[in-house]
C-alpha cells in the first residue's frame, strides 16, 4: 500500500523524493512527507492529503534544502489520515517511512513505554522507529536493524535515517516490495522501478531481511546476521516515458489506449510458429496432460480474469477450473494437492492475499504457475512457473491494460491445454491462435468509437445505481465492467448473471435504472434478450453492447454499443472490455473524479 522513497547523491534531495513520490502515488495518496538532512540535521514536512497538498507545504514552509532523504505517501492502515499519522515518523535518534504493518506493533507498543518511549501518533509504524533508537547504540546503526528486523512481525519495507549518520540512507524490506536504483554515484530506494526510471535503470532487488546502506560513494548490502553479502545489478525494461501521461489527461485513459500494442506484445511473446508455446518456462504439454485440475486464486480485477479463463479453459480443455479469491482461498482450508495447478493472476505481483494463496498452494504439493506483470515482483519469483505479461507500468488505480493481457494469457494457455489433452487439433489450435491475434485490431475498433462511450457516460452521470447483466463470457465481463464502473464513480453497480437477477435482485429495479446488458454471445443471445426485457419491463434504461447485427424487437434497447465482428464469441471480451472501461473513465470524468485516484483505494495492496 504506501510508496516509500530514499535518495543520496548530488541533485536537490526533495525535487527527487517528491518526483518519486509522484510516480508511487498511486500506491496510496492519503498524505505524505518527506525527511531530508539539511546542515546535518533532519528537516521533515508532512502533511495530510495529495501530494498537491504537500506541494503547497513545501512551498509556504520552505523545501528542505540537502542531498540525502527519504519520502512516503500513505495508504492509511493505523490511525486515520492526519498530519500525526503521516511519514516519516521520528523518535530520538531516527527517522523512519514504513510501507506495510507491524502485526505485533501493540505489544512493541507496551514494551517501548515501559522503557520510557511517549508516542504521538496511532500508526504501527512509530513503533518501528522507537524500536530502532532503543537497538541503537555505540553509532552502530546495522546492529540496531538487524535486531529490530528480528522483533517485528508482519511486512515491511523501511527507508531509514539516523540522526548521526547525515550521509547515509538505510533501508530494509521484508514482505513488502523494496527496490535499490543504482545511478552513477547516486542511489535510490523506492517501492517500484518508475519512482527512480528517470535517473536510472539499474536497479538490485532487495530480498526478505537484505540491508542496504547507501551512500554517496557506494551502497552495500547485509543479511540479517549483518553480514555483507554481493548482489546483482539489473536492468529495467520499462522507460521513462511508459510511466507518463504523454499528453493524456489521466494515466487511466493512456493505458486504455495503449491496449492494441501491449496485447500483441504479449501475445507476441507467447506466440510461436503460429501457436502458443509455454515449453521455456516448464509449461509443457506434458506437464499439462498431468494436470487434474486449476485453481486460480487472485483479488479484484485479476479474479475477473481468472473467471474469464474458467470460462475458456473448460469449454475448450475440458479441466475442471476453480477461481478463488485470494482472501478466501488461505483461510479456506482448500482441497489441493500435487495434481494440481494453482494458478496466480497479479499485475503487481505484490498483492499479500495473491502471494499467501502462492505459498500454501506450494505447501500443499501443486504446481504454482503465476500471471504477473511485474517481473521482478514477489509472486513472480516465488512461483514455480511465470509468465510475465507485457503491460508495462500500469500508474492508475483501476486495472484496464492489465486485464486485458491477462485474459489474452489465459486465452493461450487455455488453448495449448485443449491442445495438450487431444481436445483440439494443430489446425484448430492455428485457427485459434490466428484469432486471437485479430485482437489487438478489435480493440482498435472499439477505441475509435470512444465518443459512443463518451455518450453514454453523459447518460449515467447522475444516477444512484446501476446493474450489469450477461450470460457466459459476458457475465463474466459484467463483473470487471461492473468493478470498474463502482471503482472510480462511486455509483452502486452491480453484476449479476442474467438469468439470475430474476431471483430476489429484480426488486432493486426502478423507473429508469440503467441496465447495461451484455448480449454478444449468439449461443446464449435470445436468453439474455428475454432477460434484458423482463428488466425493461420493469421500467429499465437498457443499454446494450451487442455485436452489429443482433436485433432487437422495437423500443427494447434505449442505447446501443456495436462491437465489431472482429473476434469469434468467445474471444470478445478482449475487445468489449475497453467500451466497458471508456463508459466507466467517461462517467468518472464527468462526475468530477479523478480516475487515476479513486477515494479509499490503493492499487497495490500488500495488506490482508
Ligand atoms: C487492488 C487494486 C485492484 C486490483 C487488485 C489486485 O485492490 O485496487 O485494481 O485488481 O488490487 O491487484 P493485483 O496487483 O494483484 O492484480
Not at 479441466?319 to 482441497?335: D, G, L, Q
Not at 432477460?531 to 423500443?555: D, H, L, P
Not at 473476434?567 to 466497458?580: E, H, K, R
Not at 483505494?601 to 490482508?608: F, G, P
Given at each position: 500500500?504506501?510508496?516509500?522513497?530514499?535518495?543520496?547523491?548530488?541533485?536537490?534531495?526533495?525535487?527527487?523524493?517528491?518526483?518519486?513520490?509522484?510516480?508511487?502515488?498511486?500506491?496510496?495518496?492519503?498524505?505524505?512527507?518527506?525527511?531530508?538532512?539539511?546542515?546535518?540535521?533532519?528537516?521533515?514536512?508532512?502533511?495530510?492529503?495529495?501530494?498537491?497538498?504537500?506541494?503547497?507545504?513545501?512551498?509556504?514552509?520552505?523545501?528542505?534544502?540537502?542531498?540525502c532523504?527519504?519520502?512516503?505517501?500513505?495508504?492509511?492502515?493505523?490511525?486515520?489520515?492526519?498530519?500525526?499519522?503521516?511519514?516519516?515518523?521520528?523518535?530520538?535518534?531516527?527517522?523512519?517511512?514504513?510501507?506495510?504493518?507491524?502485526?505485533?506493533?501493540?505489544?512493541?507498543?507496551?514494551?517501548?513505554?515501559?522503557?520510557?518511549?511517549?508516542?504521538?501518533?496511532?500508526?504501527?509504524?512509530?513503533?518501528?522507529?522507537?524500536?530502532?533508537?532503543?537497538?541503537?547504540?555505540?553509532?552502530?546503526?546495522?546492529?540496531a536493524?538487524?535486531?529490530?528486523?528480528?522483533?517485528?512481525?508482519?511486512?515491511?519495507?523501511?527507508?531509514?535515517?539516523?540522526?548521526?549518520?547525515?550521509?547515509?540512507?538505510?533501508?530494509?524490506?521484508?514482505?513488502?516490495?523494496?527496490?535499490v536504483?543504482?545511478?552513477?554515484?547516486?542511489?535510490?530506494?523506492?517501492?517500484?522501478?518508475?519512482?527512480?526510471?528517470?535517473?536510472?535503470?539499474?536497479?538490485?532487488?532487495?530480498?526478505?531481511?537484505?540491508?542496504?546502506?547507501?551512500?554517496?560513494?557506494?551502497?552495500?548490502?547485509?543479511?540479517?546476521?549483518g553480514?555483507?553479502?554481493?548482489?546483482?545489478?539489473?536492468?529495467?525494461?520499462?522507460?521513462?516515458?511508459?510511466?507518463?501521461?504523454?499528453?493524456?489527461?489521466?494515466?487511466?485513459?493512456?493505458?486504455?489506449?495503449?491496449?492494441?500494442?501491449?496485447?500483441?506484445?504479449?501475445?507476441?511473446?507467447?506466440?510461436?510458429?503460429?501457436?502458443?508455446?509455454?515449453?521455456?518456462i516448464?509449461?509443457?504439454?506434458?506437464?499439462?496432460?498431468?494436470?487434474?485440475?486449476?485453481?486460480?486464486?487472485?483479488?479484484?480485477?485479476?479474479?475477473?480474469?481468472?473467471i474469464?479463463?474458467?470460462?475458456?479453459?473448460?469449454?475448450?480443455?475440458?479441466?475442471?477450473?476453480?477461481?478463488?479469491?485470494?482472501?478466501?482461498?488461505?483461510?479456506?482450508?482448500?482441497?489441493?494437492?500435487?495434481?494440481?495447478?494453482?494458478?496466480?493472476?497479479?499485475?503487481?505481483?505484490?498483492?499479500?492475499?495473491?502471494?499467501?494463496?502462492?505459498?500454501l498452494?506450494?505447501?500443499?504439493g501443486?504446481?504454482t504457475?503465476?500471471?504477473?506483470?511485474?517481473?521482478?515482483?514477489?509472486?513472480?519469483?516465488?512461483?514455480?512457473?511465470?509468465?510475465?505479461?507485457?503491460?508495462?507500468?500500469?500508474?492508475?488505480?483501476?486495472?484496464?491494460?492489465?486485464?486485458?493481457?491477462?485474459?489474452?494469457?489465459?486465452?493461450?494457455?487455455?488453448?495449448?491445454?485443449?491442445?495438450?489433452?487431444?481436445k483440439?487439433?494443430?489446425?484448430?489450435?492455428?485457427?485459434?491462435?490466428?484469432?486471437?491475434?485479430?485482437?489487438?485490431?478489435?480493440?482498435?475498433?472499439?477505441?475509435?468509437?470512444e465518443?459512443?462511450?463518451?455518450?453514454?457516460?453523459?447518460?449515467?452521470?447522475?444516477?444512484?445505481?446501476?446493474?450489469?447483466?450477461?450470460?457466459?463470457?459476458?457475465?463474466?465481463?459484467?463483473?470487471?465492467?461492473?468493478?470498474k464502473?463502482?471503482?472510480?464513480?462511486?455509483?452502486?453497480?452491480?453484476?449479476?448473471?442474467?438469468?439470475e437477477?430474476?431471483?430476489?435482485?429484480?426488486?432493486?429495479?426502478?423507473?429508469?435504472?440503467?441496465?447495461?446488458?451484455?448480449?454478444?454471445?449468439?449461443?446464449?443471445?435470445?436468453?439474455?434478450?428475454?432477460?434484458?426485457?423482463?428488466?425493461?419491463?420493469?421500467?429499465?434504461?437498457?443499454?446494450?453492447?451487442?455485436?452489429?447485427?443482433?436485433?432487437?424487437?422495437?423500443?427494447?434497447?434505449?442505447?446501443?454499443?456495436?462491437?465489431?465482428?472482429l473476434?469469434?464469441?468467445?474471444?470478445?471480451?478482449?475487445?468489449?472490455?475497453?467500451?466497458?472501461q471508456?463508459?466507466?473513465?467517461?462517467?468518472?470524468?464527468?462526475?468530477?473524479?479523478?480516475?487515476?485516484?479513486?477515494?479509499n483505494?490503493?492499487?497495490?495492496?500488500?495488506?490482508?
Open positions: 500500500m504506501c510508496g516509500i522513497v530514499g535518495y543520496i547523491g548530488k541533485r536537490d534531495c526533495a525535487d527527487v523524493l517528491m518526483d518519486g513520490l509522484e510516480k508511487l502515488e498511486y500506491r496510496g495518496y492519503d498524505s505524505a512527507g518527506i525527511a531530508v538532512f539539511e546542515n546535518n540535521l533532519i528537516k521533515t514536512v508532512k502533511t495530510r492529503g495529495k501530494l498537491a497538498c504537500m506541494k503547497e507545504k513545501l512551498e509556504t514552509e520552505g523545501k528542505p534544502q540537502g542531498f532523504g527519504i519520502g512516503h505517501t500513505r495508504w492509511a492502515t493505523h490511525g486515520e489520515p492526519s498530519d500525526i499519522n503521516s511519514h516519516p515518523h521520528s523518535n530520538g535518534r531516527v527517522t523512519i517511512v514504513h510501507n506495510g504493518i507491524i502485526e505485533n506493533y501493540a505489544e512493541l507498543k507496551t514494551f517501548l513505554k515501559e522503557k520510557g518511549y511517549a508516542f504521538i501518533s496511532q500508526t504501527d509504524s512509530e513503533v518501528v522507529a522507537c524500536l530502532l533508537d532503543y537497538y541503537y547504540s555505540e553509532r552502530n546503526p546495522l546492529r536493524i538487524t535486531e529490530v528486523v528480528k522483533e517485528l512481525r508482519g511486512s515491511f519495507a523501511l527507508g531509514i535515517l539516523f540522526k548521526d549518520f547525515p550521509d547515509r540512507v538505510y533501508a530494509v524490506r521484508k514482505a513488502s516490495p523494496l527496490i536504483g543504482v545511478g552513477d554515484s547516486e542511489y535510490f530506494i523506492a517501492s517500484d522501478i518508475p519512482a527512480f526510471l528517470k535517473y536510472t535503470k539499474n536497479y538490485v532487488l532487495l530480498e526478505d531481511d537484505e540491508i542496504v546502506c547507501m551512500e554517496e560513494n557506494g551502497a552495500s548490502f547485509f543479511d540479517v546476521h553480514l555483507e553479502i554481493k548482489k546483482t545489478v539489473q536492468t529495467a525494461e520499462w522507460d521513462v516515458e511508459q510511466a507518463q501521461k504523454q499528453g493524456f489527461p489521466h494515466f487511466m485513459l493512456k493505458e486504455i489506449h495503449e491496449q492494441p500494442k501491449v496485447v500483441e506484445k504479449t501475445l507476441k511473446s507467447i506466440v510461436k510458429n503460429g501457436v502458443p508455446d509455454f515449453s521455456e516448464g509449461f509443457t504439454d506434458e506437464f499439462m496432460r498431468g494436470i487434474n485440475r486449476i485453481f486460480v486464486v487472485a483479488c479484484g480485477t485479476a479474479m475477473h480474469a481468472g474469464i479463463a474458467r470460462y475458456a479453459i473448460e469449454n475448450l480443455a475440458r479441466v475442471p477450473v476453480t477461481v478463488e479469491t485470494a482472501s478466501e482461498f488461505r483461510y479456506m482450508n482448500p482441497i489441493v494437492d500435487k495434481n494440481d495447478l494453482v494458478i496466480l493472476v497479479s499485475q503487481s505481483g505484490e498483492t499479500a492475499d495473491t502471494k499467501a494463496g502462492l505459498e498452494a506450494k505447501e500443499m501443486a504446481k504457475l503465476a500471471v504477473v506483470n511485474v517481473k521482478y515482483s514477489a509472486i513472480a519469483r516465488a512461483a514455480d512457473m511465470c509468465i510475465n505479461t507485457l503491460a508495462g507500468p500500469e500508474i492508475a488505480v483501476a486495472s484496464t491494460k492489465a486485464y486485458t493481457v491477462q485474459i489474452a494469457v489465459l486465452y493461450l494457455i487455455a488453448f495449448r491445454l485443449a491442445f495438450a489433452r487431444g483440439i487439433n494443430e489446425d484448430e489450435l492455428k485457427k485459434l491462435t490466428a484469432d486471437i491475434e485479430k485482437a489487438p485490431d478489435a480493440i482498435a475498433a472499439i477505441l475509435k468509437k465518443d459512443e462511450c463518451k455518450f453514454i457516460a453523459s447518460k449515467l452521470v447522475n444516477v444512484e445505481k446501476l446493474f450489469f447483466i450477461g450470460r457466459g463470457f459476458d457475465y463474466a465481463l459484467s463483473l470487471e465492467g461492473s468493478l464502473l463502482k471503482e472510480i464513480t462511486y455509483i452502486h453497480s452491480e453484476a449479476y448473471a442474467a438469468g437477477l430474476k431471483h430476489g435482485t429484480i426488486s432493486l429495479i426502478e423507473d429508469g435504472n440503467p441496465v447495461i446488458t451484455l448480449a454478444t454471445q449468439e449461443d446464449v443471445l435470445p436468453k439474455t434478450i428475454s432477460n434484458m426485457e423482463e428488466v425493461k419491463a420493469r421500467g429499465a434504461t437498457i443499454i446494450a453492447i451487442t455485436r452489429k447485427e443482433t436485433q432487437f424487437a422495437e423500443n427494447t434497447v434505449d442505447m446501443r454499443f456495436d462491437i465489431d465482428n473476434l469469434p464469441d468467445a474471444l470478445t471480451p478482449l475487445a468489449t472490455v475497453c467500451a466497458l471508456l463508459i466507466a473513465y467517461y462517467t468518472s470524468v464527468l462526475r468530477g473524479i479523478d480516475p487515476d485516484k479513486p477515494r483505494l490503493a492499487k497495490s495492496v500488500t495488506t490482508e
